[in-house]
């Protein structure tokens, strides 16, 4: 199996385990907080990334300077990221904020070409651009014109700033992620690292701010974020297994075909007809004949 290929399933497979995060904590959130919900997932990620890394090699710390590259790859995302993303959809709507943070793969891209100076096909560049323009038709349900004019006559034009901030965080995570793991770090403590990245800063805050209060739920929503915390714990690691495989400009839009997923996902689970409108299908076969062109050429 070539490296290409292996690169695209576990870039796949990454996707797949957000949406299923996503998907779980819609399902199991009913009453917890946006900041418990990221706390508690970013806690069972860190013990169980941890856990899973201390068995698998005896501890050893002394590779540690080598690791700064995941430490700012997690503070960029999901950190910053997830912080600008949450601030968008509350100033501007998920249907304006998610078209605009699924861009980040163009950032990645870039700074790949430009300053990475990795080697890149044709193939390479249209199959990305096909996911990455199918990812972003699927991405961009419910949002139009009219929906942007609306969003933006009620606000600042501003806090467009906050998703395409957003999109920049994820953009420069991935290229961390890349330089990180190309100099021999296992993907497990890699994703380790990373989370414990997040959770450290997000923890700080809690403890400044005096917001341990806010930290609960009920034994229903424990299990659904236990869940989450799990599927969002292989995605990091499925993430990386792509990148030591791949380029940049092969992961980078495969990693973001998640609302594809979700969409999937939550037509089979609950069966709604609008999911299959004109832009998802059409965004659908797009992200296909991009995959397939990524891995045929």
């Given at each position: 199996?070539?490296?290409?290929?292996?690169?695209?399933?576990?870039?796949?497979?990454?996707?797949?385990?957000f949406?299923?995060?996503?998907?779980?904590?819609?399902?199991?959130r009913?009453?917890?907080?946006t900041?418990?919900?990221?706390?508690?997932?970013?806690?069972?990620?860190?013990?169980?990334?941890?856990?899973?890394?201390l068995a698998?090699?005896?501890?050893?710390?002394?590779?540690?300077?080598?690791?700064?590259?995941?430490?700012?790859?997690?503070?960029?995302?999901?950190?910053?990221?997830?912080?600008?993303?949450f601030i968008g959809?509350?100033?501007?709507?998920?249907?304006?904020?998610?078209?605009?943070?699924?861009?980040?793969?163009l950032?990645?891209?870039?700074?790949?070409i430009?300053?990475l100076n990795?080697?890149?096909?044709?193939?390479?560049?249209?199959g990305?651009?096909?996911v990455?323009?199918?990812?972003?038709?699927?991405?961009?349900?419910?949002?139009?014109a009219?929906?942007?004019?609306?969003a933006?006559?009620?606000?600042s034009r501003t806090?467009?700033?906050?998703?395409?901030?957003?999109?920049?965080?994820?953009g420069?995570?991935?290229?961390f992620?890349?330089?990180?793991?190309?100099?021999?770090t296992?993907?497990?403590?890699a994703?380790?690292?990373?989370?414990?990245?997040?959770?450290?800063?997000?923890?700080?805050?809690?403890l400044?701010?005096?917001?341990?209060?806010?930290?609960?739920?009920?034994?229903?929503?424990?299990r659904?974020?236990?869940?989450?915390?799990?599927?969002?714990s292989?995605?990091?690691?499925?993430?990386?297994?792509?990148?030591?495989?791949?380029?940049l400009?092969?992961?980078?839009?495969?990693?973001?075909t998640?609302?594809l997923?979700?969409l999937?996902?939550t037509?089979?689970m609950?069966?709604?007809?609008?999911l299959f409108?004109r832009?998802?299908l059409?965004g659908?076969?797009?992200?296909v004949?991009?995959?397939?062109?990524?891995?045929?050429?």
């Amino acid at each position: 199996m070539s490296s290409t290929l292996l690169a695209v399933i576990w870039s796949l497979l990454s996707a797949m385990m957000f949406a299923g995060t996503f998907i779980l904590v819609k399902m199991g959130r009913k009453t917890v907080t946006t900041l418990a919900t990221l706390w508690l997932t970013l806690t069972v990620n860190v013990v169980l990334l941890w856990s899973w890394s201390l068995a698998l090699h005896e501890p050893d710390f002394t590779g540690w300077w080598e690791w700064r590259y995941f430490f700012l790859a997690g503070l960029f995302a999901p950190l910053l990221g997830r912080l600008f993303q949450f601030i968008g959809m509350a100033k501007l709507g998920a249907n304006i904020t998610t078209p605009l943070t699924l861009t980040h793969p163009l950032i990645t891209i870039l700074i790949a070409i430009l300053v990475l100076n990795e080697p890149v096909t044709a193939a390479n560049l249209i199959g990305g651009f096909l996911v990455l323009l199918g990812s972003l038709a699927v991405g961009s349900q419910g949002a139009s014109a009219s929906a942007l004019t609306a969003a933006l006559g009620e606000n600042s034009r501003t806090y467009l700033l906050f998703p395409l901030g957003a999109s920049m965080a994820y953009g420069i995570s991935v290229v961390f992620r890349k330089v990180g793991i190309d100099m021999g770090t296992d993907a497990v403590t890699a994703s380790a690292v990373t989370t414990f990245a997040s959770w450290s800063v997000v923890s700080l805050y809690i403890l400044v701010r005096a917001e341990w209060a806010s930290i609960r739920c009920d034994g229903f929503e424990l299990r659904y974020l236990i869940g989450a915390g799990v599927l969002s714990s292989l995605g990091p690691v499925f993430f990386y297994l792509a990148l030591q495989q791949g380029t940049l400009i092969v992961v980078a839009p495969l990693a973001a075909t998640t609302p594809l997923f979700v969409l999937l996902a939550t037509w089979v689970m609950f069966r709604k007809e609008e999911l299959f409108s004109r832009m998802v299908l059409i965004g659908t076969c797009v992200t296909v004949v991009g995959v397939s062109i990524m891995t045929a050429l």
